[in-house]
């Protein structure tokens, strides 16, 4: 069990904080499942230690929210494996940070996605990962220089959307958003609208919906909640336009301080997300979405 024909046998690696879904993931495939040991030195320096490989296809698991502090020990980590005997090094990110600064939005600005995708696409020979926010490149290794790729979390979501939603329409909450809308609209056979939004600040939003959909349900869904002002807004926005039932489904839940309570305040009826960073709203499982994935590259 575990031989996997592109590099070795299979083995699944975590840090402490991502290890039950970690877990998730060796259970389904049936692989085993070794810690990433972290210390941190009184400067703060840190510094990673992994088993043995010999061989080995080493599979890190790290959802890459809380990014600045979480990134250099992921690549130490890449780096500790293939030095440890590993024949392959893959990233499981389930959600990774900073990929939607994609352009120059304003001159003086980075393109962080690039500089993170370059860091991540030296350090490992393959990254997964869900809902990347890829509105103006075609895929992942575009911007992730390895064998790069996304798994699909719209048909989850839109079981949750069938079982638990049934005649909503679904919303984006701007042009962005369609192609998930879509595709989620689509597989749970509902109603869909996208808004436009007009961003003028990281807490102020303005979003507005060109026509009233016939459902008197709604569920938003979107890839992130962050400050959690583009739900509040587009809860805010649906209720003007009479649709008083409204839910919303995000895939990463990074709701910063403050922000859930702003959501329910607008008067959103259940907010739930995908479990790609560990949430009180988390309702949706993707370990096994990971595993299947992997189950293919095996
Ligand atoms: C933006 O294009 C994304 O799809 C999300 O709508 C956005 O990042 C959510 O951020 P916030 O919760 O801060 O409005």
């Known amino acids: 069990m575990g031989n996997d024909s592109r590099g070795g046998e299979l083995r699944i690696h975590a840090f402490a904080d991502g290890a039950a879904y970690a877990r998730q993931i060796a259970r389904a495939l049936g692989v085993p499942f070794a810690p ?11 510094l990673v230690r992994v088993a043995p490989q010999a061989g080995r296809h080493a599979v890190l698991v790290r959802t890459l929210s809380d990014p600045n502090s979480k990134i250099l020990d992921t690549l130490f ?4 494996l293939r030095r440890a005997g590993a024949s392959r090094v893959s990233l499981v990110a389930p959600y990774l940070a900073y990929m939607r600064q994609d352009k120059v939005f304003h001159p003086g600005e980075p393109i962080s996605q690039r500089v993170v995708g370059k860091l991540l ?3 490992f020979d393959a990254v997964l990962t869900m809902e990347p ?3 103006r490149v075609k895929n992942l290794a575009e911007v992730i220089p390895c064998e790069a790729s996304t798994v699909a979390v719209a048909p989850a979501v839109a079981r949750w959307v069938k079982r638990a939603a049934k005649g909503c329409v679904v919303v984006g909450p701007d042009a962005e958003s369609w192609r998930f809308v879509e595709a989620i609209a689509r597989a749970a056979g509902a109603e869909w ?3 436009e939004k007009t961003r003028y ?3 102020r939003v303005k979003i507005v919906f060109a026509r009233t959909p016939a459902a008197k349900r709604a569920v938003i869904v979107d890839d992130i909640a962050s400050s959690g002002v583009t739900l509040a ?3 805010r926005e649906l209720r003007r336009h ?6 919303a489904v995000v895939v990463h839940a990074v709701f910063a301080p403050g922000a859930l309570a702003m959501v329910r305040r607008a008067g959103a009826r259940r907010i739930v997300s995908c479990d790609t960073i560990s949430h009180p709203t988390n309702a949706i499982k993707t370990a096994s979405l990971f595993a299947e994935a992997l189950r293919r590259v095996r």
């Open 36 to 46: 990433v040991k972290l210390h941190r030195f009184p400067d703060g320096e840190s």
């Open 77 to 80: 980590a890449a780096d500790a």
């Open 121 to 123: 696409g030296e350090a």
């Open 133 to 135: 926010h890829l509105h």
């Open 193 to 195: 609208i996208v808004g």
């Open 201 to 203: 600040g990281d807490r």
């Open 233 to 235: 807004e587009a809860v």
């Open 242 to 247: 009479r649709i008083v039932n409204v839910d």
